[in-house]
């Protein structure tokens, strides 16, 4: 009988199953799908060891109304699905205000701190290296006012979170990027993220290690968790399978099972969607960009350059609506001499959110043997790793590497 069940086979949940295996528990990852097809498929593939500040609700007048006309590219929302998440933002809102936020900060960058170095630590193991890349990413800007902005914020990240970053002029960013087809008054280069080629590679990678170790992966329904006498009984395609403890890791659809045991945290979806393109002739993108204020990213991955959208608020169950990389893809054609599509269709996913900006990871209150890890939002990538050793620490009752209190589940 495996000791440890982790429904959820994105990067969260094989970082948990990969850490717990590697600390000799007998674990089953057990997921609908194979491992890393969810949210984790599609993403930017950065690993954000700049993102120290998590992505507030917009607290400015003038933000809130260029969202609400419903026109950008960086954020829409369905009409129909607002007064289900009415709650949600307004927490969220709530949240962003300035002092909460900052306590949003030290508790997501104390996270964020380490994700470079739990990333390389399993990828070395996983013979996976080769997929982070260390090219950082660029954020390029208009004006020399919006960059001097900008400056102010990135030495606020050096000097309190080591974050590093180097500037760019505007001849400096041609060079470095040489298939740019606009000028820019310059950019910002975070030099220490690792670009990952291919994020489902990775997942991949992490589970196949976590196989050659002996964990066990399994096909099933999470939905069908239940309590079975002193322990949690899974339904699988070989059959239930039983264990002491259990951990939810399955991102946005976390709460389709915690809601049937009672516990309902506020965890919202923000969707987001990519699409492949080539590039015309020998032209070729560096690394990741993204153009100030277009809240799309353009990367350079194996299967070509990938467009990754910004947020969408829409209800669970609404079939995909990709206006806004309808919307992106001409803006981004003006900037890089991007060829054909590759993907017949969109692919969609959804950054599982939480309002309070922070992942809820603990033990959960009240149900023997049951444990939590969801709600990574823009930094599920970033944070599988980390989210993986802090819940085996905590679970073999180790001092954890970092203070886990700002993220548990009792405080919804
Ligand atoms: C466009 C976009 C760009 C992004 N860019 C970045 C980035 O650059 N860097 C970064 O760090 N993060 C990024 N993110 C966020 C990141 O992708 C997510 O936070 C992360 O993938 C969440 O991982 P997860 O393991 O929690 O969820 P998922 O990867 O969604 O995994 C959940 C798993 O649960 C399974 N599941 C669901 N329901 C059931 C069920 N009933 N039974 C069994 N299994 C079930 C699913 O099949 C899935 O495999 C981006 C997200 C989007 C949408």
């Not at 990333?119 to 001097?148: D, K, N, V, Y």
């Amino acid at each position: 009988m495996p000791e440890v069940i982790v429904l959820g086979a994105g990067i969260v949940g094989v970082s948990i199953a990969l850490h717990l295996r590697r600390r000799g528990h007998h674990v089953t990852l057990i997921d609908r799908k194979g491992p890393g097809e969810g949210t984790s498929f599609g993403n930017a593939g950065l690993i954000q060891r700049e993102a120290v500040f998590p992505y507030p609700f917009p607290r400015a007048l003038s933000d809130i109304t260029r969202v609400a006309r419903n026109r950008s590219i960086d954020a829409v929302y369905h009409p129909l699905a607002l007064p289900g998440l009415a709650s949600p933002l307004l927490r969220y809102w709530y949240h962003s205000e300035p002092e909460r936020y900052a306590h949003a900060v030290a508790a997501h960058s104390a996270l964020i701190a380490t994700c470079l170095a739990e990333h390389m630590a399993l990828a070395r193991e996983a013979g996976a290296e080769h997929l982070l890349r260390p090219i950082g990413w660029m954020r390029m800007f208009p004006t020399q006012e919006s960059l001097e902005t900008a400056l102010e914020q990135a030495a606020i990240a050096h000097r309190d979170h080591g974050v590093n970053y180097t500037t760019l002029d505007c001849r400096a960013l041609a060079d470095a990027e040489p298939a740019l087809l606009v000028e820019r008054a310059g950019a910002i280069h975070w030099t220490d993220p690792y670009s990952v080629s291919d994020p489902h590679a990775l997942s991949v990678a992490y589970a196949n290690l976590f196989t050659r170790l002996s964990g066990t992966i399994a096909i099933g329904d999470a939905t069908t968790l239940k309590r079975h006498g002193a322990g949690w009984q899974v339904q699988t395609t070989d059959g239930p399978t039983d264990s002491a403890t259990v951990i939810i890791a399955l991102g946005a659809a976390s709460t389709h099972v915690t809601k049937l045991l009672g516990y309902t945290p506020p965890l919202f979806g923000k969707r987001g969607y990519h699409m492949h393109y080539g590039m015309q002739g020998n032209a070729v993108l560096q690394r990741p960009i993204q153009d100030y204020d277009s809240g799309f990213m353009l990367i350079p991955m194996r299967r070509g350059v990938r467009l990754t959208t910004g947020a969408e608020f829409a209800r669970p169950d609404a079939p995909p609506t990709p206006v806004q990389l309808e919307r992106a893809e001409p803006v981004a054609r003006a900037l890089i001499p991007l060829a054909e599509r590759v993907d017949d269709t969109p692919w969609m996913g959804v950054r599982p959110t939480m309002p309070d900006m922070l992942p809820i990871i603990g033990r959960a209150p009240g149900q023997p043997g049951l444990w939590y890890a969801f709600g990574h939002a823009h930094q599920g990538l970033t944070l599988g790793p980390t989210t993986g050793r802090l819940i085996a620490e905590m679970m073999d009752g180790e001092t954890p590497f970092v203070d886990p209190t700002p993220y548990r589940p009792e405080r919804f």
